[in-house]
């Protein structure tokens, strides 16, 4: 049922957007593993557009928020207000409470408020004043950042990247990619005709039957050990969290179950690795004067973890 449903929405998204099919399915799986994405890429690349065809493909409620160096807290959670015909303070609702939530250029608003998002995207809930409001389910914050651009910007701190499930950058397309872009939005914009194909309810559904995604002892066991090599490697600094491991068990069992199998297996956990834990890494400095990068320290972790094979017994 859930490789089913994947493939509908993977199609219609598709209406839309060219050439990501990888991408499309990472958004599948944060989706079904509660998760939030983190899209790091330079501007015009698809990233807003993706999410409102993410948006549109499940019938959710979308709200984008702009992140600049003067947005405060309360513009991304609410405020309570005094209602004078009421006598009374009444809540305000910000654009947090939406299922799924655009933050667009994250890195540009302080760290004050990009704290705000902090409880949202562990909890799924904001406490305003003393008060605690739950927010909709299913709940999903995509957030964009400009790689290149670092005038006027405010790193994201290890906290903020931990509450990550993934980080991805969708890349230029090819020649003929773009050349199908053009081709595509030349007279309509296709995603203003574009139709839902899975009630938010069925998402529920999913994300608990993903759960159930047998993962053998084995498995479970290679997923710890390559977290737990990541704290060990001579050009880490900082090693992937317990919250790491977490995530990447579950992203293994969604894209298992995206895939229309019942069991994870360990090509599930090299495929998901880098999109998991190359965020929540902090590489020492003399490894970035090497000019080594995350994702390549990641692959050497991956292939120094003796992988489990399936007894003959």
Do not use: W
């Amino acid at each position: 049922m859930i490789a089913e449903t994947a493939a509908k929405l993977r199609e219609n998204i598709q209406k839309v957007i060219v050439g990501k099919d990888e991408i499309i399915d990472l958004a599948l799986i944060a989706m079904l593993c509660e998760g939030h994405i983190l899209l790091e890429d330079v501007p015009g690349t698809g990233k807003t557009t993706l999410a409102k065809t993410i948006a549109a493909s499940l019938g959710c409620t979308f709200r984008r928020v702009q992140f600049t160096p003067d947005l405060l807290p309360s513009d991304v959670t609410g405020i309570y207000y005094y209602n004078q015909k009421a006598q009374e303070f009444e809540f305000r609702a910000g654009p947090v409470f939406a299922q799924i939530l655009l933050a667009d250029e994250i890195n540009r608003a302080t760290p004050r408020t990009q704290s705000a998002l902090l409880e949202a995207m562990q909890e799924r809930q904001v406490t305003v004043d003393i008060a605690t409001h739950k927010l909709p389910r299913p709940f999903l914050v995509l957030a964009t950042q400009n790689p290149v651009e670092l005038e006027g910007t405010f790193p994201l701190p290890e906290a903020q990247l931990d509450r990550f499930l993934l980080k991805v950058a969708l890349g230029y397309p090819d020649a003929n990619e773009e050349n199908d872009i053009l081709l595509r939005f030349e007279r309509v914009d296709p995603l203003d005709s574009l139709e839902k194909v899975v009630e938010p309810e069925e998402i529920l559904g999913m994300q608990t039957a993903v759960r159930q995604i047998r993962v053998e002892t084995s498995v479970r066991n290679y997923i710890v050990n390559v977290c737990r090599a990541t704290r060990d490697h001579e050009d880490i600094e900082l090693g992937a969290s317990p919250r790491a491991t977490m995530a990447l068990y579950r992203t293994c069992q969604a894209l298992a179950a995206v895939n229309g199998r019942a069991f994870v297996i360990p090509d599930d956990v090299k495929h998901m690795a880098p999109f998991v834990l190359t965020h929540r890494l902090i590489v020492n400095p003399q490894t970035r004067l090497r000019g080594r990068k995350p994702e390549q320290v990641i692959a050497e972790v991956v292939a120094t973890v003796p992988v489990p094979v399936e007894s003959r017994e």
